[in-house]
Structures are given as C-alpha cells and as structure tokens.
C-alpha cells in the first residue's frame, strides 16, 4: 500500500469508523469493525522500514524485532506490527512468490500457529481467551441476567437477580482489549440494577465482563450515535 494512502486511511480510518456504526444491526456492526480494522493495519511488507532488513516495527510504538521470514524483500506499508505477506510465510511455512497469494517451495522456518504469529508481531501484547457467553449460564442463584438497551448511545443498564448473595464486580473493555472501566466489588441479592455511562467514550464495541460469584460472564455491548 503507497505510504500517502496509508497515511490518509489512518486520519480518516476512525471518522470513517464512527459513520459506519450508525444505524446497524449488531451483526452489521460487527463486520462493518472487522473490515475498518483491517484497513487500518494493513500492511503488504513492513521489511526495511526505520528498522532495516529482516526487521519489523518502527522503533517507536513497535519495537525493532528479527522478521528473518521477510528478509531482502521490499518494504511497502506502515512498518507496524503484522503484515500480510509475513504473517502468510509463517502460517504456511511457504516461499510467497507474489502478494496475491501465489506460493513457492518451503522457506525453513516451517508453519505456525495464529497463536504464535501474533506474539511475534505483537510481543508487548498479551492475548486473552475468553469464552463470550450470550445466555446466563446455568447456575441456579441467578435468575436474571440482562444489558439494555443494546445497541445504546453511551448509557446501558445490566439488570440482575440472584436468589442468594454473591459478589459481583464490573470491567469493560475496548475493542483492543484495553481495560477502559473497572468498578467495585459488590455483596448483592435479590433484585439488582447498575447504570455505566459510557458518554465520554469513542462509539464502537466493547466487552462487558461480569464477575458473578468468582465466574465471569462477558456480553458484547454496542455504543452507537452519540
């Protein structure tokens, strides 16, 4: 990708971001977020960028790392993190003989999983697992577990009931996995509300993770046209 266009998309990328959240279904939402986070980070060849040959990152944000997979190849990109032709050698353990996808022989260094081809592009990230749960689970001191509105303008309510105590505490996170609230923790029964007011946050997807008597429940929530 020509670093002006590069350049552009991220200025524009999340304006453009904010426009497409409006007026979608949650499942609209969630393609719309996929296809403009791709845009933003896309990157044919970060090799030889402030780093040099056989390197990725900028020396800045990303640190410099050995790429050894992208070694004498042509930079063409933003130089951050992961990019295509790289993260294509390591999955198939291939030689790429053009950007579109057309492979050659073995290049040595052998597959790898998804796993690790995000530790090696991201290595200050850690990656979390989490099981995302659309229904209470099955435990018998909660009768009630429910988020609205949802999709919202940057106001929801979690509305619960528990027929026994339990402590219960609230995160939420961006879209990036950065934790962006935290609340106390609670001893609560019976009936329960908590308000979260989001206003001063950007639109977009976040998760909402509920500890619940030492499980955690996490439900996707959709703040839209603030």
Same mark, same amino acid.
């Given at each position: 990708? *020509? ?9 524009? !990328? $999340? ?34 960028? &402030?780093? /040099?040959?056989? @390197? ?29 032709? /790289? ?19 073995? @290049?040595?260094?052998?597959?790898? =999983?998804?796993?690790?081809?995000? !530790? ?5 990230? +850690?990656? =979390? =697992?989490?099981?995302? $749960?659309? +229904?209470? *689970? @099955?435990? @018998? ?7 609205? *509105?949802? *999709?919202?303008?940057? $106001?929801? =309510? ?10 219960? &505490?609230?995160?939420?996170?961006? $879209? ?6 935290? &609340? ?19 639109? /977009? ?22």
């Amino acid at each position: 990708m *020509p670093p002006r266009r590069e350049q552009k998309m991220e200025r524009l !990328g $999340i304006h453009s971001l904010q426009q497409a959240l409006e007026g979608r279904t949650e499942r609209d939402l969630e393609e719309s977020l996929k296809r403009h986070l791709r845009r933003l980070e896309a990157a044919e060849q970060n090799n030889q960028a &402030s780093c /040099g040959n056989c @390197n990725t990152g900028d020396g800045s944000t990303f640190a410099c790392q050995p790429d050894a997979v992208c070694c004498g190849q042509t930079f063409n990109g933003h130089g951050r993190g992961m990019c295509q032709n /790289g993260s294509a050698r390591w999955a198939t353990g291939l030689t790429l003989v053009s950007s579109t996808c057309t492979f050659g022989g073995t @290049n040595s260094f052998g597959a790898q =999983t998804w796993q690790w081809i995000l !530790g090696h592009y991201y290595p200050t990230y +850690a990656l =979390t =697992t989490c099981q995302v $749960i659309t +229904a209470v *689970p @099955n435990n @018998n001191s909660i009768e009630e577990f429910k988020v609205f *509105p949802n *999709p919202n303008n940057g $106001i929801f =309510t979690i509305r619960m009931k528990f027929n026994s105590m339990k402590t219960v &505490s609230f995160r939420l996170f961006n $879209i990036e996995g950065r934790l962006v609230y935290e &609340s106390a923790v609670y001893h609560l029964s019976g009936a329960q509300s908590k308000d979260i007011d989001t206003h001063n946050w950007m639109d /977009g997807v976040y998760l909402l993770e509920t500890t619940i008597g030492g499980k955690k429940l996490v439900k996707k929530v959709v703040v839209a046209g603030k």
